[in-house]
């Protein structure tokens, strides 16, 4: 069954401080993995795609590494801000054939919260 | 450009009554989708549609449906509200399709059945 598994569930870290996020997939066949920022009451924004051949990805304090082989993925958020306090979901996407659009599986979420 | 636009923010529905969630989007996106998201559970996708006049199932369709009449608007009707669709419904659009490109979201309603 394709999976789509995050942690930890949920981290609180001090203003200032770095941070990083996991996620562990078992999608087959894979197309490409984002990581989404939602902050409450909110629409999930994209912060980076990656696809196969790529292994890291910056968006600003933002960065996304990508392990295709172990089919492992971690976002790492460098001196962290309050309104870096949100939830980080990961996105796998299965390629798509040629009767299908690409399908995407949902994590189920990171929730951060930085404090002062 | 205000993107994806969902209404209402909130609504509160009794067992067996009917509504409609209104979304639209200004982005010119031919794909267009409404998930729902559940308490400690990732997106699941309720209906997609890849263009005006073309719409298709998604993982969980039961208890809804939709119409594409235009590009920009992608409404979503619950017909006989259960407790079970107590959830935040999601509207998103994309350029190209759902596996290759980027979603972007509304900001959701919140819908709560009793």
């Known amino acids: 069954k394709n999976q789509v598994e995050q942690s930890p569930q949920s981290l609180i870290i001090l203003e200032g401080k770095n941070c990083t996020l996991q996620c562990n997939y078992t999608v087959s066949p894979f197309s490409n993995l984002r990581w989404y920022k939602q902050d409450t009451g909110r629409g999930p924004v994209s912060l980076t795609i990656m696809t196969f051949s790529e292994n890291t990805k910056s968006n600003g304090r933002y960065t996304a590494t990508l392990d295709a082989d172990t089919k492992q993925s971690s976002l790492h958020i460098t001196a962290s801000q309050l309104s870096d306090s949100a939830s980080y979901i990961c996105v796998v996407s299965e390629s798509w054939g040629s009767s299908n659009t690409g399908k995407l599986i949902f994590g189920q979420g990171t929730t951060l919260q930085v404090k002062p | 450009n205000a993107g994806v636009t969902q209404t209402p923010k909130f609504r509160i529905l009794k067992i067996g009554q009917s509504m409609t969630l209104q979304c639209t989007q200004d982005?010119?996106?031919?794909?267009m989708y409404w998930y729902r998201q559940d308490p400690g559970m990732g997106l699941k996708l309720i209906y997609y549609s890849v263009g005006a006049g073309i719409t298709d199932k998604g993982e969980v369709p039961n208890g809804y449906n939709v119409s594409r009449s235009t590009t920009e608007d992608f409404p979503l009707r619950l017909e006989l509200a259960a407790p079970s669709q107590t959830s935040v419904y999601f509207c998103?659009?994309?350029?190209?399709?759902?596996?290759?490109?980027?979603?972007?979201f509304g900001n959701g309603t919140r819908l709560t059945v009793t």
């Open positions: 998103a659009s994309s350029l190209r399709d759902r596996g290759i490109g980027p979603l972007h």
């Open positions: 982005m010119n996106h031919n794909y």
